[in-house]
């Protein structure tokens, strides 16, 4: 039996998927029910705001009624970042039990790289278990190697090299085994080109050492995975047996290596579907202007999204690289899109005040309905005095979000849970001290004992007895449970004299870590109490807000306005401008052709530079709109755009659609 035809879906399935995800008063529409009883190979491009995860949630519930299969395959979903996969974890943990039992796998692709690929290929070949993936461990372990360092040519040349550590971390294998720096870099770009030098030598030594020792960054999984497959192509084969039905979400946020390996899952036999949309292809504090994700034939598209307004939405689908058409469906009252138009004298917490006053007066009698508000912006700094967050919110830092949903329990103080692990983390790193043969870090403890089902309610009672700790001021108490919990936690790893270790677990040390102080965090930018959360596009990528307000900032020496000033009066937009560049290449091109047929070469020189400038202007015009389209389409109700005045006066002024935009001025008084 093909897998695309074991599944049915009927009309009790839609009904229990929809009483089990959806709000009481919403309903699967046709597109979404298609999209639902399809278990064939195809991709789902869908909208923001449109419940494509809702959407993916439903559609494994639905499947799991089902397991086990008869044919005996099982599912594999994977997303790109932890938050993603605990969100389907949450979601669907109580009711659907069985999906995240063997054989069936719930994970991120580097959980997923790291079980089924790395961690077999590396145990097989050496003979011994990995020490560590991970990259705060890596990192560290080459700051200490580099002190140490005996080979003094080695050392000679790289304190020659700008960072030498910075160089020394970026260090990688390419799948021939080559050195490059990061991930899917090029020889060419690689600072040593003969690879028989003695300085080369010494990198691959260097590299070397780390790899045998089992202390490996998240990057080197993918060179051991394709080492694997390469070494032992049957085990694509055992996957492809194991698991029939394959779900990708956020499928725009796989870089080029994870691409690779999903493929492997490209086959006649698997259901693999893929969901997200190419238009918010940012993660990690990088906007990719390629698409690495080409959409196959079998697509369905969500246009209509739930939460934005026609008008948001009618203004977000010009800044769409594909020229899609978003359809806003949220009813809500429609307010205009504000454009805050500010001094140089009025940038220091000013911009995001008076945006807030605002919005208090607009909506004075509907203040109650603004729960979530943000103030966003590209950069979080920058060196040369150019606009960043810290310019409009000195104290942005202490701007984030100040609650966090782990499971079934919301803890106030997200800031405080996070120091606790970094805390646990630094002090159990310091020990070198595992956990079933994963040495722990300030990044992996949380998920090695938070997530796991069998530490999980103790550890949670321990949490919420350290915020209530925290919030009645109670400092001493909050200690006392803080060495508690690391305790424990060092008795489940078998730490040797773990007392010791606690008692040096003073007060300084855990301040330390705590250091958010009430009076540090700025209230003057409230909207009727509801302070702002200030960060970066990147940090809110998924989110939903009811106020969102853009900043603009300074990137790669322009800012956005710069880029896309025509798109957003209305007179171009995204795509139209790429197709434009296209045309012009278009034109070079044949022009060279005609430069050819004449037998000369005078002229093709100025013309293929021209192309390769229509090229580089083509993929900053992505990066720009990818980043702009993802913080305009955050909001269900309101949305500002802050521009300086200077520019909006070069850009703007006297081309601004005013029944498109409310237009905001701020002047020093």
């Not at 006392?480 to 773990?498: Q, S």
């Amino acid at each position: 039996m093909h897998v695309q035809d074991e599944i049915v879906v009927l009309e009790d399935d839609y009904n229990y998927a929809q009483k089990l995800i959806l709000p009481s008063d919403m309903a699967f529409n046709e597109p979404r029910r298609e999209f639902l009883s399809d278990f064939s190979t195809l991709d789902l491009k869908a909208v923001p705001g449109s419940g494509k995860t809702t959407l993916l949630l439903a559609k494994l519930a639905i499947l799991e009624k089902r397991l086990p299969l008869k044919s005996g395959k099982s599912v594999l979903v994977l997303s790109h970042t932890n938050t993603a996969v605990d969100e389907i974890y949450d979601r669907l943990s109580n009711h659907c039990p069985e999906l995240f039992k063997y054989p069936n796998h719930v994970g991120t692709i580097q959980s997923f790289v790291n079980q089924y690929l790395a961690i077999p290929y590396f145990e097989s070949i050496m003979k011994k278990k990995i020490v560590s993936i991970d990259d705060e461990y890596y990192n560290k372990t080459v700051e200490m190697k580099y002190e140490k360092m005996q080979d003094c040519k080695l050392k000679a040349w790289l304190k020659k090299q700008n960072e030498p550590v910075k160089f020394l971390k970026s260090i990688r294998f390419n799948n021939d085994g080559r050195l490059v720096k990061y991930i899917n870099g090029k020889i060419e770009d690689f600072p040593l080109k003969d690879n028989q030098s003695p300085s080369y030598m010494g990198l691959l030594g260097f590299k070397m050492s780390l790899y045998e020792k089992g202390i490996l960054h998240y990057d080197d999984a993918y060179f051991l995975a394709n080492r694997y497959l390469k070494r032992y192509p049957e085990v694509i084969e055992i996957l492809r047996k194991r698991f029939g039905y394959v779900f990708v979400d956020e499928m725009q946020d796989m870089d080029s290596h994870q691409f690779e390996i999903l493929e492997l899952f490209n086959a006649d036999e698997i259901c693999f579907q893929r969901l997200g949309d190419n238009n918010q292809a940012i993660y990690s504090n990088i906007v990719h202007s390629d698409n690495l994700w080409s959409l196959r034939e079998n697509t369905k598209t969500i246009d209509g999204s739930y939460r934005l307004t026609p008008q948001i939405a009618s203004l977000a689908s010009r800044f769409s690289v594909d020229g899609v058409t978003i359809i806003g469906q949220n009813n809500l009252e429609a307010y205009k899109p504000i454009l805050v138009v500010f001094d140089d004298s009025m940038v220091k917490c000013e911009v995001i005040k008076s945006f807030s006053s605002y919005v208090e007066e607009l909506i004075e009698d509907k203040l109650e309905e603004i729960l979530d508000y943000n103030v966003v912006a590209w950069r979080k700094e920058h060196d040369e005095g150019k606009l960043s967050l810290r310019e409009y919110c000195p104290k942005y830092l202490q701007m984030k979000k100040n609650t966090v949903k782990r499971g079934n329990l919301e803890i106030s103080n997200a800031q405080i849970i996070k120091g606790i692990f970094e805390l646990i983390g630094a002090v159990c790193s310091n020990e070198f001290a595992s956990y079933e043969g994963e040495v722990i870090t300030k990044s992996n403890v949380e998920k090695l004992f938070y997530e796991v089902e069998q530490q999980k309610e103790h550890i949670q009672k321990a949490l919420v007895e350290i915020v209530l700790s925290y919030r009645n001021n109670e400092i001493e108490k909050m200690e006392d449970d803080i060495r508690k919990l690391l305790a424990y936690i060092l008795t489940i790893c078998d730490v040797d004299e773990y007392e010791s270790i606690v008692l040096e677990c003073k007060g300084e040390l855990i301040q330390e870590f705590l250091f958010i102080e009430e009076e540090a965090t700025c209230k003057e930018c409230s909207i009727i109490g509801n302070q702002p959360c200030v960060g970066t596009v990147h940090s809110v990528k998924g989110e939903t807000h009811d106020v969102t307000l853009f900043l603009e900032s300074f990137f790669s020496g322009k800012y956005e306005v710069d880029i896309l000033s025509e798109v957003i009066v209305g007179t171009e937009s995204v795509e139209s401008l790429i197709n434009n560049k296209h045309d012009e290449i278009g034109k070079f091109k044949t022009e060279i052709q005609e430069i050819i047929n004449t037998g000369k070469t005078r002229g093709i020189l100025t013309r293929e530079k021209k192309i390769a400038k229509c090229e580089r202007d083509i993929n900053t015009i992505k990066q720009y709109s990818k980043l702009l389209y993802v913080a305009l389409t955050r909001t269900r109700s309101i949305l500002g755009y802050a521009i300086n005045k200077s520019r909006y006066e070069e850009y703007l002024r006297d081309k601004i659609n005013n029944d498109e935009w409310e237009l905001l001025f701020l002047a020093e008084s």
